[in-house]
């Protein structure tokens, strides 16, 4: 019993120490983030929805919707402008159920969920 805790112990003892901290090299540098308020209205939706958000800079982006299972079902690329933008995106063929929409730069990756009724 006594070395079965010894040996709990110098294995809690490993783990914690070897994964404690981290160096100041290790640390990622911060991105600066592109695209903000991020948002597809109406959702939950039927027919249509409209995915509008915020540009910092003209930019390339990929749009892309994934079923549940990761499968890309719709993916397309758009040119950003400063402000304001639009993506609108029709249900066509799919069917009703929860889907994850992404907005990828250069730089980041947003992704968020749509449901189609």
């Not at 039927?46 to 079902?73: C, H, P, Q, Y």
């Not at 933008?85 to 907005?103: A, H, M, Q, V």
Request: proline residues 3%; without cysteine.
């Amino acid at each position: 019993m006594v070395k079965k805790l010894l040996l709990f112990i110098f294995l809690s003892t490993l783990s914690l120490s070897a994964f404690a901290q981290q160096k100041e090299t290790d640390k990622k540098p911060e991105s600066v983030t592109v695209i903000k308020d991020v948002v597809a209205t109406p959702n939950p939706f039927s027919v249509t929805t409209k995915v509008r958000f915020t540009a910092m800079a003209e930019f390339e982006v990929e749009f892309s919707v994934k079923d549940l299972i990761g499968n890309v079902v719709y993916a397309q690329k758009y040119t950003t402008k400063v402000g304001a933008n639009t993506i609108p995106f029709y249900r066509d063929k799919l069917d009703s159920g929860i889907y994850i929409y992404s907005i990828k730069s250069s730089t980041e990756i947003i992704s968020k969920r749509i449901v189609i009724k």
